[in-house]
Protein backbone atom coordinates (compact mmCIF):
# COMPACT_ATOMS: atom_id res chain seq x y z
CA UNK A 1 0.00 0.00 0.00
CA UNK A 2 1.48 3.93 -1.21
CA UNK A 3 2.29 5.59 1.95
CA UNK A 4 0.30 8.83 2.31
CA UNK A 5 3.44 11.75 2.63
CA UNK A 6 0.77 14.72 2.43
CA UNK A 7 -0.74 14.58 5.87
CA UNK A 8 -2.84 16.98 7.64
CA UNK A 9 -0.45 19.54 8.81
CA UNK A 10 0.86 18.79 12.42
CA UNK A 11 1.61 15.35 11.89
CA UNK A 12 5.14 15.45 11.36
CA UNK A 13 5.73 18.56 13.64
CA UNK A 14 6.72 15.36 16.67
CA UNK A 15 7.90 12.99 14.50
CA UNK A 16 12.18 11.78 14.71
CA UNK A 17 12.36 12.21 10.81
CA UNK A 18 11.09 15.79 11.22
CA UNK A 19 13.67 16.72 14.10
CA UNK A 20 16.58 15.37 12.36
CA UNK A 21 15.91 17.18 9.41
CA UNK A 22 15.77 20.49 11.70
CA UNK A 23 18.79 19.61 13.52
CA UNK A 24 21.31 21.36 11.69
CA UNK A 25 21.84 23.97 8.64
CA UNK A 26 23.30 21.05 6.92
CA UNK A 27 19.91 19.04 7.40
CA UNK A 28 18.07 21.91 6.20
CA UNK A 29 20.32 22.29 3.00
CA UNK A 30 19.84 18.62 2.18
CA UNK A 31 16.03 19.32 2.70
CA UNK A 32 16.63 21.97 0.07
CA UNK A 33 17.88 20.09 -2.93
CA UNK A 34 15.93 17.02 -2.19
CA UNK A 35 12.04 19.23 -1.79
CA UNK A 36 10.82 17.27 1.13
CA UNK A 37 8.34 18.61 2.94
CA UNK A 38 9.18 19.34 6.71
CA UNK A 39 7.34 21.41 9.67
CA UNK A 40 7.76 23.80 12.31
CA UNK A 41 5.88 26.05 14.87
CA UNK A 42 4.66 29.51 13.59
CA UNK A 43 5.80 31.61 16.25
CA UNK A 44 4.97 35.48 15.07
CA UNK A 45 3.47 36.72 11.87
CA UNK A 46 4.94 40.49 10.93
CA UNK A 47 3.56 43.74 10.26
CA UNK A 48 4.26 42.88 7.04
CA UNK A 49 2.52 38.79 7.39
CA UNK A 50 5.42 36.99 7.10
CA UNK A 51 5.57 34.39 9.46
CA UNK A 52 8.89 33.16 11.54
CA UNK A 53 8.81 29.78 12.30
CA UNK A 54 11.30 27.97 14.94
CA UNK A 55 13.06 25.61 13.32
CA UNK A 56 15.34 24.94 16.44
CA UNK A 57 18.93 25.35 14.89
CA UNK A 58 17.97 28.61 13.18
CA UNK A 59 14.53 30.79 12.53
CA UNK A 60 12.59 30.20 9.18
CA UNK A 61 10.72 32.90 7.52
CA UNK A 62 7.52 32.81 5.33
CA UNK A 63 7.17 35.38 3.54
CA UNK A 64 3.62 36.60 2.62
CA UNK A 65 2.90 35.29 -0.81
CA UNK A 66 4.67 31.82 0.08
CA UNK A 67 1.97 31.72 3.74
CA UNK A 68 -1.14 30.43 1.59
CA UNK A 69 -1.59 28.00 -1.77
CA UNK A 70 -4.45 29.89 -3.57
CA UNK A 71 -6.08 27.76 -6.22
CA UNK A 72 -6.01 29.94 -9.16
CA UNK A 73 -3.45 32.61 -7.54
CA UNK A 74 -4.35 35.91 -5.54
CA UNK A 75 -3.39 36.98 -2.24
CA UNK A 76 -4.61 35.32 0.55
CA UNK A 77 -6.34 37.00 3.19
CA UNK A 78 -4.77 38.49 6.25
CA UNK A 79 -6.74 36.21 8.58
CA UNK A 80 -5.63 33.40 6.75
CA UNK A 81 -1.73 33.78 7.74
CA UNK A 82 -2.29 35.58 11.35
CA UNK A 83 -3.59 31.89 12.19
CA UNK A 84 -1.22 30.19 11.86
CA UNK A 85 0.52 31.47 14.73
CA UNK A 86 1.04 28.91 17.56
CA UNK A 87 0.48 26.25 15.29
CA UNK A 88 2.88 23.26 13.44
CA UNK A 89 2.49 25.02 9.51
CA UNK A 90 4.58 22.68 6.61
CA UNK A 91 6.50 24.06 3.99
CA UNK A 92 9.29 23.48 1.69
CA UNK A 93 12.95 25.28 2.35
CA UNK A 94 14.02 27.40 -0.97
CA UNK A 95 17.10 28.70 0.52
CA UNK A 96 19.70 29.80 3.52
CA UNK A 97 20.13 33.17 3.98
CA UNK A 98 22.35 35.81 6.05
CA UNK A 99 21.05 38.68 7.57
CA UNK A 100 22.48 42.05 7.96
CA UNK A 101 24.25 40.81 11.35
CA UNK A 102 25.68 37.79 9.32
CA UNK A 103 23.35 35.45 11.33
CA UNK A 104 21.58 32.25 9.11
CA UNK A 105 18.54 32.05 8.22
CA UNK A 106 16.06 29.81 6.22
CA UNK A 107 13.43 31.31 3.19
CA UNK A 108 10.44 28.80 3.42
CA UNK A 109 7.23 27.77 1.44
CA UNK A 110 4.30 26.87 3.12
CA UNK A 111 2.27 27.46 -0.51
CA UNK A 112 4.83 24.90 -2.37
CA UNK A 113 4.20 22.44 -0.06
CA UNK A 114 0.45 22.72 -0.14
CA UNK A 115 0.48 23.52 -3.76
CA UNK A 116 2.91 19.79 -4.10
CA UNK A 117 0.18 18.14 -2.44
CA UNK A 118 -2.87 19.33 -4.49
CA UNK A 119 -0.96 17.91 -7.42
CA UNK A 120 0.68 14.47 -6.34
CA UNK A 121 -1.83 13.77 -3.51
CA UNK A 122 -5.60 15.55 -3.77
CA UNK A 123 -5.69 15.58 -7.06
CA UNK A 124 -5.44 12.03 -7.69
CA UNK A 125 -8.26 11.33 -5.51
CA UNK A 126 -12.00 10.61 -6.31
CA UNK A 127 -15.27 10.29 -5.14
CA UNK A 128 -15.45 7.46 -2.34
CA UNK A 129 -11.52 7.48 -1.55
CA UNK A 130 -11.16 7.42 2.56
CA UNK A 131 -8.54 9.91 3.76
CA UNK A 132 -7.47 11.10 7.07
CA UNK A 133 -8.30 14.40 8.29
CA UNK A 134 -8.22 16.78 11.47
CA UNK A 135 -10.46 19.45 12.31
CA UNK A 136 -9.44 23.39 12.29
CA UNK A 137 -12.61 25.00 13.20
CA UNK A 138 -16.02 24.23 13.80
CA UNK A 139 -19.49 26.21 12.58
CA UNK A 140 -22.83 25.73 13.20
CA UNK A 141 -23.44 24.40 9.23
CA UNK A 142 -20.39 22.16 9.33
CA UNK A 143 -16.80 21.24 10.55
CA UNK A 144 -13.61 22.47 8.28
CA UNK A 145 -11.24 19.49 8.25
CA UNK A 146 -7.15 19.59 7.26
CA UNK A 147 -7.64 16.77 4.69
CA UNK A 148 -3.42 17.56 3.76
CA UNK A 149 -1.02 20.44 4.55
CA UNK A 150 -3.02 22.37 5.44
CA UNK A 151 -5.68 22.09 2.73
CA UNK A 152 -9.02 22.68 4.01
CA UNK A 153 -12.31 21.08 3.30
CA UNK A 154 -15.93 21.27 4.57
CA UNK A 155 -17.72 18.69 6.23
CA UNK A 156 -20.96 19.58 6.46
CA UNK A 157 -23.40 19.10 9.73
CA UNK A 158 -25.39 16.48 7.38
CA UNK A 159 -22.33 14.35 6.49
CA UNK A 160 -20.55 14.35 10.39
CA UNK A 161 -23.49 11.41 11.09
CA UNK A 162 -26.68 9.83 10.66
CA UNK A 163 -28.03 10.62 14.45
CA UNK A 164 -28.86 14.58 14.33
CA UNK A 165 -26.86 16.79 15.98
CA UNK A 166 -27.80 20.73 16.70
CA UNK A 167 -23.90 21.42 16.19
CA UNK A 168 -20.94 20.37 15.16
CA UNK A 169 -19.16 20.58 18.89
CA UNK A 170 -21.75 17.81 19.55
CA UNK A 171 -19.40 15.49 18.27
CA UNK A 172 -15.93 16.87 17.52
CA UNK A 173 -13.67 19.66 18.70
CA UNK A 174 -11.24 21.39 17.39
CA UNK A 175 -7.77 19.05 16.36
CA UNK A 176 -9.37 16.18 16.68
CA UNK A 177 -7.96 13.68 13.74
CA UNK A 178 -10.80 11.31 11.61
CA UNK A 179 -10.92 9.41 8.80
CA UNK A 180 -13.46 11.14 6.33
CA UNK A 181 -14.60 10.03 2.70
CA UNK A 182 -14.29 12.41 -0.21
CA UNK A 183 -18.10 13.28 -1.30
CA UNK A 184 -17.55 15.18 -3.89
CA UNK A 185 -14.52 17.07 -5.86
CA UNK A 186 -14.45 20.15 -7.88
CA UNK A 187 -11.16 20.53 -10.63
CA UNK A 188 -9.94 23.23 -12.68
CA UNK A 189 -9.23 23.04 -16.61
CA UNK A 190 -5.98 20.65 -15.79
CA UNK A 191 -7.81 18.48 -13.50
CA UNK A 192 -5.94 19.88 -10.50
CA UNK A 193 -8.74 20.48 -7.01
CA UNK A 194 -9.86 23.68 -6.34
CA UNK A 195 -12.31 22.60 -3.83
CA UNK A 196 -13.30 19.13 -2.02
CA UNK A 197 -16.06 18.15 0.08
CA UNK A 198 -15.76 15.11 2.56
CA UNK A 199 -18.31 13.02 4.24
CA UNK A 200 -17.81 10.98 7.34
CA UNK A 201 -21.16 9.27 8.81
CA UNK A 202 -21.09 6.26 6.25
CA UNK A 203 -17.66 5.24 8.42
CA UNK A 204 -19.90 5.13 11.46
CA UNK A 205 -21.82 1.76 10.41
CA UNK A 206 -24.99 0.71 9.44
CA UNK A 207 -28.42 0.60 10.53
CA UNK A 208 -28.10 -3.24 11.09
CA UNK A 209 -24.20 -2.82 12.32
CA UNK A 210 -25.20 -0.17 15.03
CA UNK A 211 -28.44 -2.56 16.47
CA UNK A 212 -26.73 -5.57 16.38
CA UNK A 213 -24.44 -3.63 19.25
CA UNK A 214 -27.89 -3.85 21.62
CA UNK A 215 -30.91 -5.90 22.34
CA UNK A 216 -34.13 -5.85 23.92
CA UNK A 217 -34.03 -6.08 27.66
CA UNK A 218 -31.55 -3.74 28.08
CA UNK A 219 -31.17 -0.38 29.79
CA UNK A 220 -28.48 1.67 28.05
CA UNK A 221 -27.46 5.34 28.23
CA UNK A 222 -27.83 7.78 25.33
CA UNK A 223 -27.86 11.50 24.63
CA UNK A 224 -31.35 13.47 24.01
CA UNK A 225 -31.10 14.77 20.74
CA UNK A 226 -34.27 16.45 19.79
CA UNK A 227 -37.39 16.75 21.66
CA UNK A 228 -40.49 16.42 19.56
CA UNK A 229 -44.49 16.56 20.34
CA UNK A 230 -44.73 13.02 19.61
CA UNK A 231 -41.69 11.65 21.82
CA UNK A 232 -37.92 12.39 22.38
CA UNK A 233 -34.95 10.86 20.21
CA UNK A 234 -32.01 9.66 22.15
CA UNK A 235 -29.30 8.84 20.15
CA UNK A 236 -27.35 5.29 21.16
CA UNK A 237 -24.78 5.67 18.55
CA UNK A 238 -23.91 8.31 16.09
CA UNK A 239 -25.34 6.43 13.53
CA UNK A 240 -28.92 4.85 15.59
CA UNK A 241 -31.68 6.92 17.45
CA UNK A 242 -34.82 5.82 18.95
CA UNK A 243 -37.64 7.04 20.16
CA UNK A 244 -39.62 7.32 23.72
CA UNK A 245 -42.38 8.71 24.42
CA UNK A 246 -42.16 12.91 25.95
CA UNK A 247 -41.46 13.65 29.40
CA UNK A 248 -41.55 16.67 30.77
CA UNK A 249 -38.22 18.52 32.25
CA UNK A 250 -36.21 16.71 29.60
CA UNK A 251 -33.73 19.08 27.35
CA UNK A 252 -31.93 18.20 24.19
CA UNK A 253 -27.99 17.43 25.48
CA UNK A 254 -29.19 15.64 28.46
CA UNK A 255 -27.52 12.17 29.25
CA UNK A 256 -30.69 9.85 29.43
CA UNK A 257 -30.99 6.10 30.67
CA UNK A 258 -33.30 4.13 28.70
CA UNK A 259 -34.69 0.38 28.22
CA UNK A 260 -34.90 -0.69 24.96
CA UNK A 261 -38.39 -1.91 24.47
CA UNK A 262 -37.79 -3.78 20.80
CA UNK A 263 -35.48 -3.06 18.02
CA UNK A 264 -37.61 -3.44 14.42
CA UNK A 265 -35.53 -4.24 11.65
CA UNK A 266 -38.55 -4.06 9.23
CA UNK A 267 -39.20 -0.49 10.03
CA UNK A 268 -35.77 0.94 10.78
CA UNK A 269 -37.40 1.52 14.21
CA UNK A 270 -35.49 1.26 18.11
CA UNK A 271 -38.40 1.81 20.40
CA UNK A 272 -37.15 3.07 23.93
CA UNK A 273 -38.92 3.77 27.30
CA UNK A 274 -36.87 6.61 29.04
CA UNK A 275 -36.13 5.91 32.65
CA UNK A 276 -34.04 9.16 33.59
CA UNK A 277 -32.55 11.89 32.42
CA UNK A 278 -29.58 13.93 33.64
CA UNK A 279 -28.36 17.43 32.98
CA UNK A 280 -26.34 18.69 30.12
CA UNK A 281 -23.10 16.43 30.03
CA UNK A 282 -19.40 16.69 28.03
CA UNK A 283 -20.55 14.59 25.64
CA UNK A 284 -18.26 11.06 24.63
CA UNK A 285 -16.33 12.35 21.35
CA UNK A 286 -14.76 8.73 20.55
CA UNK A 287 -15.33 7.84 17.22
CA UNK A 288 -16.02 4.47 16.52
CA UNK A 289 -15.15 3.34 12.99
CA UNK A 290 -16.74 -0.17 11.25
CA UNK A 291 -14.41 0.22 8.41
CA UNK A 292 -11.27 -0.81 8.33
CA UNK A 293 -7.94 0.99 8.03
CA UNK A 294 -6.91 -1.26 5.23
CA UNK A 295 -9.96 -0.24 3.44
CA UNK A 296 -8.73 2.94 1.29
CA UNK A 297 -12.06 3.40 -1.13
CA UNK A 298 -15.76 2.41 -0.84
CA UNK A 299 -17.99 3.55 -4.26
CA UNK A 300 -21.48 2.84 -2.14
CA UNK A 301 -23.14 2.87 1.22
CA UNK A 302 -26.49 0.81 2.23
CA UNK A 303 -27.70 2.25 5.72
CA UNK A 304 -31.11 0.44 5.51
CA UNK A 305 -31.60 -3.27 6.68
CA UNK A 306 -32.65 -5.86 3.93
CA UNK A 307 -35.40 -6.12 5.95
CA UNK A 308 -36.48 -2.66 5.67
CA UNK A 309 -39.11 -1.61 2.37
CA UNK A 310 -36.64 1.26 2.25
CA UNK A 311 -33.15 1.94 0.18
CA UNK A 312 -31.44 4.52 2.10
CA UNK A 313 -27.97 4.81 0.81
CA UNK A 314 -24.86 6.46 -1.08
CA UNK A 315 -23.10 6.07 -4.02
CA UNK A 316 -19.95 7.51 -4.67
CA UNK A 317 -19.88 6.76 -8.37
CA UNK A 318 -23.14 9.78 -9.20
CA UNK A 319 -24.04 12.75 -8.11
CA UNK A 320 -27.03 11.90 -5.85
CA UNK A 321 -26.42 11.53 -2.16
CA UNK A 322 -28.32 9.93 0.89
CA UNK A 323 -31.07 11.58 2.44
CA UNK A 324 -31.57 10.35 6.31
Avoid at 41 to 51: I, K, N, P, R
Avoid at 79 to 106: D, L, Q
Avoid at 115 to 134: H, M, N
Wanted: glycine residues 8%.
Amino acid sequence: MTVNRYLPEGSLYGTAENREALASQAMLERAAASGKILEGMAVLCDGEMALTVDLGCMRGIIPRGEAVYQPGGGEARDIAVITRVGKPVCFRVISIERNSAGESYAVLSRRAAQAECVRCYLSSLIEGDIIPATVTHLEHFGAFVDVGCGIVSLLSIDCISVSRISHPADRFYTGMNLRTVVRSIERDADGFVTRMYVSHKELLGTWAENAARFSAGQTVSGTVRSIEDYGIFVELTPNLAGLCEYRPGTSVGDTAAVYIKSIIPERMKVKLVLIDSMGITVPDKRISYFIPDSVAHIDSWVYSPPESGKLIETRFDTPAQMSV
